[in-house]
């Protein structure tokens, strides 16, 4: 496919859940070989090729780990699998030879640090997968939202706070509906874009209260919904936390007042798993095109 | 509140489902008063202000009664009531001595002949309450859609056949969510304005096939997608019939074939029930007013 | 090209302005013959093809009139024309023999009563048309007020009385573009609709002034801003009158009362004589099409 | 108005085109006092309330001076001033004294060296000011495109080229009002962004070509449409560079083979000053309530 990674046309795709399994499909929509490994428990529903790890480190030209990358014994993250797998010294001296692609390469490198002569690509640190990925995250917060809110998000107010690449995406998705939207940022840039896109701007430097929401959205990885600016949130809001762990919401104080909170994590997987697996097929092969220049 | 309908100051509502219960709170939202009959299972609940049919039917000003109406028994329909609701002869006689607002007064009509004499208003036959509740209808398909499909809206292709009001509601929300919008209608006009929104025009005297779809939803109450249509639409479509019954898809054949048909009926009160209350409110009020100049 | 027109290869066109020379090239786009008569001042300009009214006549298959058809003086609407265009008795003769497209049929009646005998197709009367026309209409108005307002539409107060066509293609450019739309109507379900379009719904009924807007736009026919409303509308606010004539707006009064409202006619053939052009392309296809059923 | 600012209650402007204007009188509905000078030439127009540069400098809480500054001669740019305006040293030294809002403070401190010891602050230079003024930039590109172009917005096909503020909101525009737009970055995690908003996103670095588009705007200040690239372009397209000086459009190139090349610089001061002078006091508020926290 290019200099850089010689010519790839079969992928070995070890591990993962559904959004591996929407990668091999869309992949060999676009005419590349497959060899999938770690799906075992799908044999018996009639899932058609699969291998064993062996054949899938030997065989391909390149070869896809999945997201997460490893647990904490080392074993590559593979729900599907009926047993545990763990790379052998061999299998990780034959990687060594072919583009990895990855995600949390460190983790990896951790669990596997003779990986480090690999060609490790890590396509989950991308700025285009994180960007790509906003969508389905957003989709399936507007998802969460329209089952939990007994309202229509037209007609709804809702608080979006933090302005990233989820934050972009979900304001103008729920604008869209028909929620009146605010958004939250600390930039003085961020907050008059905010403003041209047709979003109410709301300062967190001058946020007193959460109060007036039908639904609220948190996008920020730190502690933004506090006890204090909890008590000061209606009760009847619904409050969806979609920032990566630790998170932005103290849930005990939300209980404690009866606020309904919840932790919505890992959307694309979750809700949109084949569109998930496409993005992952999008970002490496964006990786090969560049190394291609 | 006007003089063709003397000063309303309480209404009486009787039976319902969660859609009263909801249209009961914005009516004591906005200051007025509220008597509910019919929702004895709630009591437990802790839901205030119960009273009996007799209550609502004196101590009212004007009585809304439920969507449907009445069951094949007479008895109003109203889930949450211990027991049946049948409107006696003196109940029917007060009801002619003020302004009576109800669904499907045809039915109504049918199961207490004396109501004729009444000053029955149907809010539901009303253009304006089928605009409102297309709102509800068109997100609480986009809900049944998130929560099947695999992929994201956004990159999806969809088919809407029908250009009425849901199918404006639905082509409109979707098409803002980056599904790639097909809608077939039969009318040049609609063709030429569909096509001015922006969305792709399908004539339906030239509907070969259902082909290329992701998601399909049809709003056309007449056979549509019959079992011809359905052999030339994809396996992989998912395909929602919002029409009234009997609908426009012959689900037998769907099953024989493979295709993932699902009927979508009364979405407002099952996704959206505040919304569906509160547009029941709008449209009394709307009545009133009316009557009022 | 169908059975009921024959096989129309050639298209005579005979008159009209830029809107029919930009039908001529894109109809040659399409791989149709052209016979152009009535431009005799291009021949200058190096247009190619020109012919006399004679060979548009004779030689081609269908004949398309300008928009508007005929001058008072019964001569064809020939802008470019060096003389003036009657048809003689032996052209309405020929016309007579295959299908005319045309505009304003009624006036071309009264001038050449012989072609009622013809085959005339009226484009301009079509719906298609009036919507399609909708799109250059509200691209026109936006770029009048663009020129005009020395704001921005982002930030402004627009308010659009009537929601017909042209008020449905405006109302939805004007938000799109960040502006805070009213529009005003007269129907309930009218008045539904747009409210759930995400403006907001002005009645007619109980309009009691227009203050408050930076723009207005009317697309009623009839007499809608009087010295009454005028005088209840605010001096800097800039009207624009859509409506065909006589129009909506008291022009006096606006003047007298120092408000700068000005009349906005026939925008498609001024603004965008290109899609204007198209557009009567596109309608003269839909009609032989709808004839081949 | 804040300690770090002192209390403002009156502003001196000094200078500027119609947006200090437009500013003033924005300023004067909030309440502030302004004291304007530098606008002779209105006088006979009859506008009110102006002073000379000595009254602005000593009677005022702060001083605004223009966009652009100053001219190569020193003097503070004032086009509708009858006479030529230089700072004496006495005005250097009581502008010391205060806040100074000014546009392009370097070319400020070269005319007036003194003033590095006053307060400036550069209101021009703040990523908000340039966020906010992408709305009359995109707005004043669409107002020129719809003036020169045949055609309508709708249905045509444009090319934006740099996704900086003005390409994001220019794109968005275009492609609301029906454009199908393609935009070209250099990113990868913008090509991304670029597609998930809807747009076709096109690679700077395989842009072989420009042809396909019916309006090309460029926002990249650096020479994009060079010969080689305008070889490649369609000659009916319509070329609008909005990049600053020295632009990206080989501009004799483009005359050379016949493409209609425009350029089109400082939009929001001549399409909607209204809209930019308001945007200056946003940002001089934005400045003072920052400086209060």
């Known amino acids: 496919m290019s200099e850089a990674f010689g010519n790839i046309k079969t992928f070995g795709i070890i591990g993962g859940d559904k959004r591996q399994l929407f990668l091999a499909q869309s992949l060999l929509e676009d005419g590349c070989g497959v060899i999938l490994a770690g799906f075992g428990k799908l044999r018996e529903h009639g899932f058609r090729a699969l291998s064993g790890v062996e054949a899938a480190v030997l065989y391909s030209d390149a070869v896809i780990l999945p997201l997460p990358s490893v647990r904490a014994d ?6 599907f699998s009926e047993k545990s797998i763990v790379l052998s010294e061999e299998q990780q001296a034959l990687l060594c030879k072919k583009p990895v692609f990855a995600a949390m390469s460190d983790r990896l490198f951790r669990a596997y640090p003779m990986l480090k ?31 939990e809110y007994e309202g229509t998000l037209w007609g709804s107010r809702s608080l979006v706070t933090g302005f990233g690449r989820i934050g972009k995406a979900l304001a103008r998705r729920l604008s869209s509906l028909g929620s009146s939207v605010t958004v939250c940022a600390r930039k003085a840039s961020d907050l008059a874009f905010i403003e041209t896109l047709g979003y109410t701007a709301g300062d967190f430097s001058s946020l007193g209260d ?4 039908d639904l609220i959205f948190n996008t920020v990885p730190a502690m933004v919904f506090d006890e204090a600016l909890l008590r000061k949130t209606d009760k009847t809001a619904l409050l969806f936390d979609l920032a990566s762990l630790p998170g932005g ?8 007042l009866g606020i309904d909170a919840r932790r919505a994590l890992s959307l694309p997987g979750k809700c949109a798993p084949k569109a998930a697996g496409e ?11 560049e190394g291609k220049r």
């Open 249 to 256: 919401v103290d849930f005990e104080s939300a209980a404690a």
């Open 210 to 213: 959460a109060r007036g929401y």
């Open 74 to 79: 080392r074993s590559i993250n593979s729900p």
């Open 279 to 289: 993005i992952i097929k999008k970002t490496v092969f964006s990786i090969i095109k």
């Open 117 to 147: 002569n690999a060609s490790v690509y890590d396509y989950a640190s991308r700025d285009d997968f994180a960007v790509l990925n906003a969508v389905p995250t957003a989709e399936g917060a507007l998802e969460l939202a329209m089952q």
